[in-house]
T-cell receptor, first 114, second 113 residues
Framework: AQSVTQPDIHITVSEGASLELRCNYS??????LFWYVQSPGQGLQLLLK??????LVQGIKGFEAEFKRSQSSFNLRKPSVHWSDAAEYFC????????????FGKGTKLTVNP | DSGVTQTPKHLITATGQRVTLRCSPR?????VYWYQQSLDQGLQFLIQYYNGEERAKGNILERFSAQQFPDLHSELNLSSLELGDSALYFC????????????FGEGSRLTVL
């Protein structure tokens, strides 16, 4: 079964600083990988996804993520954080061509200081 | 707005009671998923329905049940409620039965007193 680890429970950055949120997954084959964002009181919104092909994927709101098979990682990055990026971020892994469910990490809460 | 509608948004009830959470998927989506989000367990997959049939089952308790109706809306029934069932329950939908791209509703917050 697949699993996801987000090592950082809480990260604080200053507005304008760069951001990297870590995600490590465990899955025996090539996974589907996702990043979702949850703002307070809201549901989860898809930021970006990796299915195959180019290992650097671009998402909405200026986010990108890189799939590194050798490190079983799918870290999320943004070059310059805005105050509105404060939210909780979830990495998720799904199985290609098989299981339909997504397994989520426990999330990383991002605080942005002015 | 994801297009997924969940009702009610908030629900407060007592232990031992039964509640029903409702979900309307995005137009055209055939799959509905239920997730439970709590502080200690994070987001836990409960169950998936595809076009009216149960497709996948996760960590769903026997006290919980779900169904998807012919109009594709879904209901999650929680019975014999316990304090530990207090959580945010999310519904998500997707077009197919194997795609991982899920569209989430805003959730139903259940408080069991």
């Amino acid at each position: 079964a697949q699993s996801v680890t987000q090592p950082d429970i809480h990260i604080t950055v200053s507005e304008g600083a760069s951001l990297e949120l870590r995600c490590n997954y465990s899955y025996g084959a090539t996974p589907y990988l996702f990043w979702y964002v949850q703002s307070p009181g809201q549901g989860l919104q898809l930021l970006l996804k990796y299915f195959s092909g180019d290992t650097l994927v671009q998402g909405i709101k200026g986010f990108e993520a890189e799939f590194k098979r050798s490190q079983s990682s799918f870290n999320l990055r943004k070059p310059s954080v805005h105050w509105s990026d404060a939210a909780e971020y979830f990495c998720a892994v799904g199985a290609q061509g098989g299981s339909e469910k997504l397994v989520f990490g426990k999330g990383t809460k991002l605080t942005v200081n002015p | 707005d994801s297009g997924v509608t969940q009702t009610p948004k908030h629900l407060i009830t007592a232990t031992g009671q039964r509640v029903t959470l409702r979900c309307s998927p995005r137009s055209g989506d055939l799959s509905v998923y239920w997730y439970q989000q709590s502080l200690d367990q994070g987001l836990q997959f409960l169950i998936q329905y595809y076009n009216g049939e149960e497709r996948a089952k996760g960590n769903i308790l026997e006290r919980f049940s779900a169904q998807q109706f012919p109009d594709l809306h879904s209901e999650l029934n929680l019975s014999s409620l316990e304090l530990g069932d207090s959580a945010l329950y999310f519904c998500a939908s997707s077009v197919g039965r194997n795609t991982g791209e899920l569209f989430f509703g805003e959730g139903s917050r259940l408080t069991v007193l």
